[in-house]
């Protein structure tokens, strides 16, 4: 955990520590990242679970928090998402404004976002202490689902053609 904590030094992320291990997530305390976040109506929250599996292992659980919301005549409404396992993403946003003040055109909001940037903090501090990755159940479950869908998948391709031969 502090090795990650070094290596998030200078990064929007911060490290919490939790029973299983620890959170590596973007610091939506930080005054910068909250002030981004309103104006500008970004929406995700990124966390990366870090789950300690006993002596030299570690899992990690990516988790986005999805958040929506608006107003509209006389209502409010709000959303909420989650998503679990492993997240694969990319985004780039930049936005251009003119200074009030001096009337020039300038980069109001410019930033990059990758999904697997938490999870290399993370490998590049275990791979220094020598530890493992392993699966977490998430990931486990999520593998499993895989493989009965194509072998579903499979079967019931294997049934239509035997059918259609028997015809």
Do not use: C
């Amino acid at each position: 955990m502090d090795r990650v904590r070094d290596g998030a030094r200078g990064t929007p992320y911060a490290v919490v520590e939790r029973p299983y291990g620890f959170d590596l997530t973007i610091d939506v305390a930080d005054a910068r990242w909250v002030d981004l976040t309103a104006a500008h109506g970004l929406t995700k929250v990124f966390t990366h679970e870090v789950h300690v599996k006993g002596p030299g292992r570690y899992g990690i659980t990516d988790v986005e928090h999805t958040v929506s919301y608006g107003a509209g005549g006389a209502s409010l409404t709000a959303a909420r998402s989650i998503r679990r396992g492993r997240v694969y993403g990319y985004q780039r946003r930049v936005e251009l404004g003119v200074d009030a003040r001096t009337g020039e055109v300038g980069k109001v909001v410019d930033y990059t976002f990758r999904a697997g940037e938490g999870r290399g903090i993370v490998r590049r501090a275990a791979d220094e202490l020598g530890w493992k990755e392993a699966m977490n159940g998430e990931q486990k479950g999520g593998l499993i689902v895989g493989i009965v869908a194509i072998v579903l998948t499979v079967g019931v391709f294997a049934a239509v053609g035997i059918a259609a031969l028997l015809r």
